[in-house]
Each structure stands twice: as C-alpha cells, then as structure tokens.
C-alpha cells in the first residue's frame, strides 16, 4: 500500500505588488514584489502514487490544467511517478486569497519530500513559481521577497521580528469570473498605464525593503497603498476593465483611510479580489477589527499573525 505525505503553507499578501508577466513560459514576474506570509490561512495538501494524476480539492474531484502543467513540468525534470492530490483550503478559494500561492507551494513541499528530490527551500521557490508567480514567496514565512535575477524568493525579516497583525475583512466569498493570470494577461496587452507601472516597480520595492529594514511603518504604509492603487489603476485601465472590488470593498478601504487619519498605525491592501486585508501594529488591532467588523460583520473577519514556512507534517 501507498504512503503518502502532507504539507501546508500559508498564503502571501503582497505589500508591493506583482501584477503581469514578463515570461510565460517560465512564469516569471515582470515586476519585483514583497509580501507577508499569513499564520491563520492554510492549504493542506495530500499526495499519494496513483495509476493517474488526479486533483482533489475541497473534497471536489477537478481537472487543473495549470496543476496538470506543473506535474508535466516537474515529471519531465526529475521522473516522479504519478500521483492523487487532495487539497483543502481553510479559507475561500479562488476569491482573491491568494490560495494559489499556497496551493502551490504545499505541492511542491509535499512532492518534495514524498519523492525524496532534496531541493532546497530556494531551490523549491523556484520550482512553485513555475504554477504561481506569488507561491514563491509562500514557501517562506516572515516578510518575504521576490526579485530578478533568480526569482527566487527569500525571507528579509522572519516572523517575530516586526509584529505587524493583517485583519481581513472578507467582503464576498464568490469565485471571481476572471483569474489573476487572466487577468494580467488582458492588463499587459491593453491598459496604457502598464508599463508605467513596470517602470515605477524597482524604486518602490528598494524603498519598501528600507522601510523595513528601519522598521518605519508610516513610510511602509505609504509605500504599500501607493503600489495597491497603481496596480487597481492597471485593471481598471484594462480592456474590458477589471473591476475586482465591491462597495463593500470600498466602504473598508474608506473606514481605513478614517482611521489612519486619526493615527492609527493602519494601511490597507487588495489584490485579485475584492478582500481587504488591513496591516498594522498590535496595539491598533482592536480598533481596526472593530471597525471592520461594523462593516462586514465579526464572522467575516480573520486576524492573523505573520506566518511560517510551508512544511510536511
């Protein structure tokens, strides 16, 4: 009989987004980024041989052909044998979660150690870049980034060392009608704003690593909101536009704004999906988790902490 081997990893919120791709082929990121790891969402992934690949996820049998693609990829390097997936997300999948990052790092981790192939964690950020551009930054926990040459992602501050919190506000828990990679796909052939973006991205992500090299949360917030903004501003430019926020989305982002108005040491961020993610210090999280759940209601708020590494257990 079979054994198999579980892994989970967290998912990522960018602070300095990524958003587009420079090579398809390889996944490669047209723009470096920077993200926290989340403690409280996880993907936990099975594997086991089997006569056939197959995808299970959230108890849903499922026919990926980016998960199929990845398999192809990593088979043709090293021979793995085929294998059954189950997957489970603790959190809505597909929602703006960033439940690829996760996803894929928790496969790579699981292959990993059930076919015995001794990559590195580096080597194996690499590897889960191939089926996410974000899953390379999900492989580690802390504060994490990814950048060229390499795309490998590394960790720049561990878990710990900068207490920050990330309040989400879970505006909807629909799926969203255009994936990410979709989505970029439209916004790099058509938004005008594009490759003003791209060119704007190194200076904010050098900016953003002294900021927390320095620990400044105000210069880290603006850094953060400012490279949100400009990349809504790629998709809403995008033909047709991409319109991933919903008012409820909105009336956050503005409760937000109010309270870092008035001092509190709070910033907010979005990504593919019209969740909220709120970043600040302990001692403003009380505030902020009460002012968002006016809004979407207490059981639709997640407090997490920073997260670890993706890891077998």
Not at 25 to 34: A, K, L, Y
Not at 145 to 171: F, M, N, V
Not at 237 to 260: E, G, Q
């Amino acid at each position: 009989m079979s054994y198999s081997t579980t892994a989970i990893a967290h998912p990522n919120v960018a602070l300095i987004k990524y958003w587009g791709k420079s090579n398809l082929t390889e996944n490669i990121p047209s723009t470096p980024s920077i993200s926290i790891t989340l403690s409280k969402l996880e993907t936990k992934t099975t594997i086991v041989e089997d006569d056939f690949d197959t995808i299970w996820i959230n108890q849903k049998k499922i026919n990926d052909e980016k998960i199929l693609r990845f398999l192809s990829q990593i088979r043709e390097k090293t021979g793995i044998a085929t294998i059954k997936i189950e997957t489970e997300n603790n959190f809505p999948t597909g929602s703006g979660l960033a439940s690829s990052a996760s996803g894929f790092a928790a496969l790579a981790t699981a292959l990993n150690q059930h076919f015995s192939l001794g990559f590195t964690q580096s080597e194996l950020s690499t590897i889960a870049r191939k089926g996410s551009a974000s899953s390379a930054r999900s492989i580690f926990g802390g504060i994490v980034s990814l950048q060229g040459p390499s795309w490998k992602a590394r960790s720049i501050e561990q878990d710990g060392e900068w207490p920050l919190r990330i309040i989400i506000a879970k505006t909807s828990s629909e799926r969203k009608e255009i994936s990410s990679s979709e989505g970029m796909k439209l916004t790099r052939e058509t938004s005008p704003f594009y490759q003003p973006w791209v060119k704007e991205a190194q200076k904010d992500f050098d900016d953003c690593l002294s900021a927390i090299k320095n620990q400044d949360f105000e210069k880290l917030a603006d850094l953060s909101e400012k490279s949100c903004l400009k990349m809504i501003g790629t998709m809403l430019s995008t033909s047709p536009s991409l319109i991933y926020w919903n008012p409820t989305t909105l009336a956050c982002v503005h409760a937000i704004k109010k309270m870092r108005t008035a001092g509190k040491a709070v910033f907010f961020t979005t990504d593919a999906g019209p969740q909220i993610k709120a970043i600040c210090t302990s001692e403003s999280a009380e505030e902020v988790t009460k002012s968002l759940s006016n809004i979407v209601g207490p059981t639709n708020i997640i407090d997490c902490e920073i997260g670890g590494d993706a890891r077998i257990v």
